[in-house]
Every structure is written in structure tokens, then in C-alpha cells.
């Protein structure tokens, strides 16, 4: 059986690449906040930290960056995020209070077109999975996997060409988690509109997919009303709004529970943020997706 995930509904409106984390024993949500979104009166982009329970917002940081992820470890962030859209950086921001921030570059990729990315360590290193749109002969067809490596978060290293997923159609990657010699890849698949599916691999090379795709696919559930505060008018879009996708899963272990974001839409500019649980561990989940036998 595959692992259950209970889908509670959209939480707000016009917000995609969203991350779930532990911060300090308490649950927040890291957020892009795009220059569109109803509640940016900047008319730029930038990132903040939202306390799950309170709603109490963080002092927004990297102005002018887009599609940010976020990585925790011992009691640090690392917010990974790309200068402009469709560009050929990577910058890493650090901090240990939400306030004050570090800053340095990750990768320069020239001739690249970068998107979405996602960090974790696996054993002795940090492995980061970006989204590669171009050029052709890296991506293939848009949208693509490419990793890079470090020991020390500041020095990275692209591994070889051949670790990618996949070239060979859509597969838009943007979670990425390690366990037990496994890199887990979720991405978004264009198939029947656009599915959440999730692949595993020992070397990033040789990717197996779960018998038990997709992990998600746009349902009526979505178009739960999961924040109160949501406007009547915003209420009213939610309900009227094309439904095609399940897109830019993330997720964190708090409590037993796994706590997933995700986004869904018509693909084409017109997104919601939801919001769903998986009742277990993050290993259970995990596991979950490849019985054995």
C-alpha cells in the first residue's frame, strides 16, 4: 500500500516553492514571495520564514532572488536560491537567527538556465539538485536534474554528466532527500496534466523509479479552504480556478508527523499553496514508496 497522504486543503494564493522545516524545535514554513504576490507591496522578490502556528513572519532577506529551498542542520539554515530567473548562479544564504545572513556564491554556471533547487547531506557531503532548462546538450528537454557536491557548503563541485534525471522528457525536479545509500528525487512529471513522482538512486545515475506513482495528482481535495483567512474573493478564485497539476513538493518531519507543501494550478501562472500530512517518519515515508519485492 502506498504511503497515505491526507491533503488538508490551500492556504493561500499565488505562492509556489514553499519549504517546511525544524527550526529550533518550532514548525515554519520558508517562502518565495514572487513581485506579484498580493501581499508584496516591494515589487521585487525576496524570502522569509513564516512560524507555522502564529503566522509571524521573519524580516524578509535576498532581495531580488527567486525559487529558494531550504536546508537545516544543527540548528543553521542554508537557504539556496537562484539570482534571476532562468539564470546561471547560485548564491547560499546563511544564518542562525533568521535575521542576520551570510552570504556567498554556489555555482556559475555560464550558458546554463537555473531554476529550482534542493539541498541534503548524504553521509560525508552536501549534494545540491538544481533544475537545468538549458543549454540542450545538459538538459535535454526541459526541465532536468544536474547535482553538485561539497564537503564545506562554500566549495562545490558538479558531478560527472551522466548523473542527471532525465533528459529525455519533462521531469522537473524539486525535492531531493538521502537515507541509507538512496538519493530521492520528487519531481514533477508531465503526464495526464502534470504528477507528482518520486524516483531513487545509489549514484545519481541509475534511477529506479516507485511502482507506486504518483506520489501526487491534482484533485478535488486541493480546492479545500485550509486558512481561514483566506478573502472571500481569494475563497471564490480557489473554487473557480483550473486544477492540473500537483507540483513543488516539500516536506519535514515535526512531531510524527511529515508536514508537506505543495502547489497546484493550471501550470501556466495561476497557482495555489496547499497544504497536506503523511502520518509517520520521514524514513517511513520514504521507504514507503519502494516496497521491497
Known amino acids: 500500500m502506498k504511503p497515505h497522504i491526507t491533503k488538508l486543503g490551500t492556504i493561500d494564493c499565488d505562492l509556489v516553492e514553499t519549504t517546511p522545516i525544524v527550526f529550533k524545535g518550532r514548525l515554519y514554513r520558508f517562502e518565495y514571495v514572487r513581485p506579484g504576490y498580493e501581499g ?3 515589487g521585487d522578490s525576496y524570502f522569509r520564514f513564516v512560524e507555522h502556528g502564529s503566522g509571524d513572519l521573519s524580516p524578509p532577506f535576498a532581495h531580488g532572488y527567486h525559487l529558494g529551498n531550504v536546508f537545516v542542520e544543527d540548528d543553521v539554515l542554508y537557504v539556496t536560491g537562484t539570482d534571476i530567473w532562468d539564470g546561471e548562479r547560485v548564491d547560499i544564504f546563511v544564518s542562525d537567527d533568521m535575521e542576520h545572513w551570510d552570504s556567498w556564491n554556489a555555482l556559475e554556471l555560464p550558458g546554463y538556465g537555473l531554476f529550482n533547487t534542493s539541498l541534503c547531506r548524504a553521509d560525508d557531503q552536501y549534494v545540491l539538485m538544481f533544475e537545468v532548462g538549458k543549454p540542450p546538450e545538459i538538459a535535454g528537454v526541459r526541465f532536468t536534474a544536474r547535482f553538485a557536491t561539497s564537503r564545506d557548503m562554500k566549495r562545490w563541485e558538479l558531478t560527472p554528466p551522466e548523473c542527471t534525471y532525465s533528459k529525455d522528457r519533462y521531469t522537473a525536479p524539486h525535492c531531493l532527500r538521502y537515507l541509507d ?3 530521492y528525487n520528487f519531481y514533477l512529471e508531465a503526464y495526464q ?3 507528482q513522482r518520486v524516483v531513487r538512486s545509489r549514484d545519481l545515475i541509475h534511477w529506479e523509479p516507485s511502482p507506486l506513482n504518483p506520489v501526487l495528482k491534482a484533485s ?4 479545500r479552504i485550509a486558512n481561514p483567512n483566506l478573502t472571500p474573493e481569494q475563497q471564490r478564485r480557489i473554487s473557480e480556478a483550473v486544477n492540473i497539476n500537483n507540483s513543488d513538493i516539500d516536506f519535514c518531519e515535526y512531531k510524527g508527523q511529515l508536514i508537506i507543501n ?7 501562472g495561476v497557482e495555489h499553496l496547499a497544504e497536506a500530512v503523511y502520518e ?3 524514513r517511513e515515508f520514504l521507504e514507503g514508496w519502494f516496497p521491497e519485492g
Request: charged share 20%.
Open 40 to 42: 508584496n507591496p516591494t
Open 181 to 183: 545509500g538512496y538519493y
Open 220 to 223: 478535488d481535495e486541493d480546492k
Open 280 to 282: 509517520g517518519t520521514l
Open 262 to 268: 505543495y502547489s497546484w494550478g493550471n501550470q501556466q
Open 193 to 195: 496534466g502534470y504528477e
